[in-house]
């Protein structure tokens, strides 16, 4: 069999790692270098020069759509079924894990998975029952509490309190209740899943001891971002017997607040034995004016390993850096580049726009829309996240499992059908002073005539309802189900009626879960099509979006970026405060995490870079006017050219009479574009053009939930927030 084309397209370094004869391995490079390429053709050598089955691998990726792009790759080279081979993220790895040994891992089989929201809305219920006052207990720092203990490792009963430790005694007090409470309800969120596979492995030797038999390499790509649980699952995967390669970049560790640990590298050689460190240094991506500048800043970190990187690529267009007079500005100045560079005849998404934080993405997805141009967010507001497809999934995860309650809560009066809160807290008391699922409870509290007859009947109604769509579900097909869901329900006749944008788009995305249900591919015999449906949707939280094939502009922050690469990349809101983050400033490892934030997003660039931050910026509300981030003067000024525009926006200290959707403020009016807003009924938004002056001034708000509308300022009584 010839194996030379593996090693095609490689560098001598490269080569030498991927035809390496099988032994762990650590490779330790920076961004570009071609450490997933590397990964990627290894596993074509394992396969064809090692003779390794395709189900002996075992490769570990960092979001769904890089497992995907991981397996096409390797059936481009090598042209044979790579279905069997293990491809995930370590999420994915344990899921799949689980359901195929519900019982040893001690789970229900139609076990669900509870994402981030549902996982607060029971943390918030806890409190309630524990008379926890919110203001001095915030649900989400329970949240983070409880997170943070499975990412290490740590079950409630392995928290030990020290004397009198209120703080310790309360997280640990709600730590314990909801893990009851997922235990009932039969969920599992997304750190248990990591840890209840590494219990798999110390519970079951046997179990272990098969899969230690199966897989005969493993590899992990960004393993700097590994946490405690997912290390010590591979490690006693592992054993002594599978070898494992790993690579990763010190200074690309972005996740440690999650929980990740960079020391996990220099631990690798330890625990592993006869490790092969091999770096590459060559870095393939990005103009030599690129790396330079990513250099520059990295070196401004002191806890590094220390590498080198070089590029055989000219310099480059130098990088562009835009002082923006507002958030409108900058995104307005953004946009225009990105115009200006399909005009050149290059693709929109070969441009990407990276930020800090999600929050900023709305102001530049206003101007895109402006402008008509599509655009798309990786990782945000992602399909099976919006409200709407949450809602219709939770009918079809209590058709699933009657005693899944978060999702019976979420749809119980949603739409609204006369359930009120105080029949809900009934049912809920009921439900907890029996030790029973809510809905067994709304049986007993019916029967027990525990509410007035309004109140009961509404009830039956419901569960009249969700049995009546689980009796069809074996007749009907999975998309049929769905349809037959969103119509029952309720839920599209419901947002037919919203006004505006938003119900039009909610209605589209209900359709297009009808649409996803259709094109979903239930490949595993033994669990139905409506669980593994519900599962994926779980899991995959949208990562691949309705409109990914479309050639769109991709908008995601900086931590969805890694690992990504684009020709054109635009990075914005470079303010202290912002980036770095204030929660990051009062600690030196904060700050330098933040860096290698900043290093990622400039290594995502091949030729060119533009910079952008405000002078002043909107956000939450206030108004903030924030330093140009230390990040930009990290870089030297060699690399760095300023744009100048003649821009249309005047600036409110040099006030000059505003012309009709040009200028900034709205004349004789007080109001002023980009100026958040709050209305009566359609609550807060943000005002984005207008039409005359004075008393006969016309505003154009961008609402939160309710999209957008024109208003005649006169009778609208905006409050300026
Ligand atoms: N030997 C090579 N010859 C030509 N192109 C290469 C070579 N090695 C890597 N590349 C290209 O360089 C780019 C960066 O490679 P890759 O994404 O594998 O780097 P990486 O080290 O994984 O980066 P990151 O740290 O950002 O994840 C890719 O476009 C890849 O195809
Ligand atoms: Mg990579």
């Not at 039009?504 to 139905?528: G, T, W, Y």
């Not at 409109?547 to 970026?561: F, G, N, P, R």
């Amino acid at each position: 069999m010839d194996v030379s084309h593996i090693l095609n397209d490689l560098n001598d370094a490269q080569r030498q790692a991927v035809a390496a004869p099988p032994s762990n391995m650590l490779i330790l490079a920076g961004a570009g270098s071609g450490k997933t390429r590397v990964l990627v053709h290894r596993i074509a050598w394992l396969i064809q020069a090692e003779n390794m089955a395709p189900q002996g691998i075992l490769a570990v990726t960092f979001t769904n759509k890089a497992a995907r792009e991981m397996r096409e790759r390797i059936d481009e080279l090598l042209n044979i079924p790579t279905r069997s081979m293990w491809v995930g993220t370590f999420h994915g790895l344990a899921h799949r894990l689980l359901k195929a040994h519900w019982q040893d891992a001690g789970l229900p089989q139609n076990f669900q998975i509870l994402d981030s929201d549902d996982q607060l809305r029971i943390i918030k219920r806890i409190h309630k029952e524990l008379a926890l006052d919110e203001t001095k207990w915030p649900p989400k720092q329970s949240q983070w509490f409880i997170n943070g203990q499975k990412d290490e490792g740590k079950r409630a009963a392995h928290i030990e309190v020290y004397g009198n430790d209120l703080y310790q005694k309360t997280m640990l007090a709600v730590y314990l209740q909801y893990e009851q409470a997922c235990e009932r309800q039969g969920v599992v969120d997304f750190a248990e899943l990591l840890l209840r596979a590494h219990e798999l492995w110390l519970k079951n030797p046997r179990l272990l001891a098969h899969y230690q038999q199966r897989f005969q390499h493993i590899l992990v790509d960004e393993f700097q971002d590994t946490n405690a649980v997912q290390y010590a699952w591979l490690r006693v995967l592992a054993g002594k017997q599978i070898p494992i390669a790993a690579v990763g970049d010190d200074d690309q560790s972005i996740y440690g607040w999650r929980g990740a640990k960079i020391e996990n590298i220099q631990q690798f050689a330890r625990d592993f034995a006869n490790t092969q460190v091999i770096k590459l240094e060559q870095n393939y991506r990005s103009t030599a004016t690129i790396l330079g500048a990513a250099n520059a800043v990295i070196a401004n970190n002191t806890e590094r390993l220390g590498k080198e990187l070089w590029t055989e690529g000219g310099e480059g267009e130098p990088i562009s850096l835009y002082t923006a007079f507002n958030e409108q500005d900058e995104a307005r100045f953004v946009v225009e580049r990105i115009e200006e560079w399909v005009k050149q005849g290059e693709l929109r998404a070969q441009s990407a726009i990276l930020y800090r934080s999600n929050a900023q993405s709305r102001v530049l997805e206003e101007a895109l829309i402006r402008a008509g141009m599509p655009y798309r967010i990786y990782g945000g507001q992602r399909f099976y996240d919006r409200l709407e497809i949450k809602n219709a999934l939770a009918y079809m995860r209590l058709i699933n499992n009657r005693h899944d309650d978060t999702a019976l809560e979420r749809v119980i009066n949603t739409p609204t059908r006369g359930i009120g809160g105080k029949t809900v807290d009934v049912v809920r008391s009921y439900a907890r002073e029996h030790g029973s699922s809510m809905w067994q409870a709304l049986a007993n509290v019916v029967e027990q005539k525990l509410l007035p007859a309004r109140a009961s009947n509404a009830l039956l109604a419901f569960v009249a309802l969700i049995d009546s769509l689980d009796s069809g579900t074996d007749e009907l097909s999975l998309d049929e189900l769905a349809d037959e869901v969103i119509k029952s329900s309720g839920l599209i006749e419901f947002h037919k009626k919203e006004k505006g944008e938003k119900g039009q788009a909610r209605v589209e995305n209900l359709q297009e879960l009808v649409v996803a249900a259709k094109q979903f591919d239930a490949s595993d015999e033994e669990l139905s099509p409506l669980q593994q449906f519900l599962d994926e949707a779980a899991l995959d939280a949208g990562e691949q979006q309705a409109d990914e094939y479309e050639d769109s502009v991709q908008l995601m922050t900086l931590h969805s970026a890694k690992g990504l690469e684009f020709p054109l990349v635009c990075l914005v809101g470079m303010e202290e405060n912002l980036f770095p983050h204030k929660m990051s400033m009062d600690e030196a490892s904060g700050i330098e995490e933040e860096r290698r934030l900043c290093y990622v997003g400039i290594t995502r660039a091949m030729q060119k870079l533009y910079l952008s931050y405000a002078e002043s910026r909107r956000m939450y509300g206030n108004e903030n006017f924030n330093a140009p981030s230390r990040f930009i003067r990290e870089i030297p000024t060699e690399y760095v050219e300023e744009v100048r525009l003649n821009t249309t926006i005047s600036r409110p200290a040099s006030y000059a009479p505003a012309v009709n959707g040009n200028g900034y403020d709205v004349p004789g009016t007080g109001i002023s574009l980009g100026q958040p807003v709050f209305h009566q009924i359609f609550g807060s938004g943000t005002v984005v053009n207008f039409e005359g002056q004075g008393s006969s001034a016309r505003v154009q708000v961008n609402f939160d939930d309710e999209g957008s509308k024109w208003l005649v300022l006169q009778y609208a009584n905006l409050e300026a927030l």
